[in-house]
């Protein structure tokens, strides 16, 4: 085999691979059941500063002004609809979108861990995605540190004068690929593999779960740019009202 | 250790047969127009929602549904046993059918919503890497060996068996339990009164912002907007940016029409009064106890 063939074999393996074989996987939520006591509680405390964190922020734009509650309420509803809506991956089976990213950029990072937390407490009673005792471990991924990523890439971006759609595309999709890598680490945390331990375990969890996510990715990050870009053609009194970054 | 297991699966086979079985009756019987299969259905997602409201299990004590579900949850998990995660599947199964009163083709459709995170995350777990040719069966891929052994898939099928067992007894509280409830019983737990507020708010929008989606989906749809890849990322990404506008343009109005309705800075609902039946505590109690014999005499 030349070289050449070589190589067009590998892409197409990986094509194949990264294609080939998706079930109609969502955003990565752990599942009810999944995590042993010790890590449910463990994941669920790590939370708790953040959740603090976006507490005192929401309670200060409450206090400053009564009105935005149903603002951020709407916030809320929007990134829970965002991700219950099937959209087509690649391959042509359905996914859904995360939609934090998206939250994160319009909304700000603390005020999403909030609202996520939320979210997932209505994925979990009116999906059936996620579950209540590993509620702690899908907030950390999905509402603390996804957004956390997103923002500060759109802001790096900002700062290195990136062009709008580009910036707010790598955010939603690097948040995405984030989100995606941590929830691995929990649960390769929780199974560590027999002989290469905790990272051999975690690496077997991305392969695995690579063929839904990278797509899924990609195209959260797609969407969320042509999302803002309506935003911006229909709606610039209101995203100047929302301070684009900051809710009220 | 592994008769345990195939003791286990041989309880839970029959109860798997005739559930199959009997979805299979109903839906020869019923015959419906176009026909899912078990599985995703149209607008699955609502579908919870209403079934906990038509549960006959939605008068008992929402705080005692909810303690009751994390308790078996955390017996699940914690017990990690075969032969627990099994009784828990047909129990709250039966609870939940029999009689709460939905039928077995939606429990088993909203029970198969995770199968495919269960199905690929216990892949990572029963297959794994070495350099060396170990475990019982493996496949040569170039570098090293993917392996597996028996005592791998053994390990895999329990934690099966786990997960289905927590999200059967999650499913007993959503299926039986309206989110409205839920909430009243999240906002008797001392969470900040806010907090509990922002999750009603949060609760009706949602369906407000579904309807606004949905109408404006069937629009672009009639239009051919959801014709290919590119025309759905374009229509999608316009209808959710308009639905985004639409809906905070109307966030004012929402508040305006709450405090010409007397809000002032907190929700309050009318509470059914729910009692909860000595019996049923009994009852939930003895099921604890059983679950522990059960342990104790297996593990």
Known sequence: MSKKQKAILTISAIIALAFGIVPGAGAMHIMEGYLPPTYCIAWGAICLPFLAMGWFSIKKTLDKN???????????AYVFVLSSLKIPSVTGSCSHMTGTGLGAILFGASSVSILGLIVLIFQAILLAHGGLTTLGANTFSMAVAGPFVAICIYKLCQKLKVSKAVSVFLAAAIGDLFTYCVTSMQLALAYPSAEGGVMASAIKFLAVFAPTQLPLAIVEGILTVLIIMGLETYAKSELTEIGFIKVV | ???????????????????ISLTVQKRNNEARGHGHGIGHR?????????????SKLRRWNATFKLAFTLVIIFLCIGLNNAFVSAVIIVSMFYMVVAVGGLSTRDYISVLSIPIAFILISVIAIIVDFSKLPVGDFRIFIGFGYLYSSISMLFNGLRLMLKIIAAVSALQFMILTTPPSEVILVIRKMHVPNKFADLMNMIYRYIFILLDAFSKMKDAAEARLGYRDFKTFCRTFGGTAGNVLVLSLKKAEAYYDAMESRCYDGELLFLEEEKKISLRTIISATLFIFYLLLIWFFTK
Do not use: N, Q, R
Request: glycine content about 4%.
């Open chain 1, 66 to 76: 009564k009105k935005s509650i149903t603002m951020l309420a709407i916030a809320g």
């Open chain 2, 1 to 19: 250790m592994e008769k345990t297991i195939i003791v286990c699966l041989m309880l839970f086979l029959p109860a798997f047969a005739m559930v």
């Open chain 2, 42 to 54: 149209h607008g699955s997602w609502m579908a919870i929602d209403y079934f906990a409201f038509s």
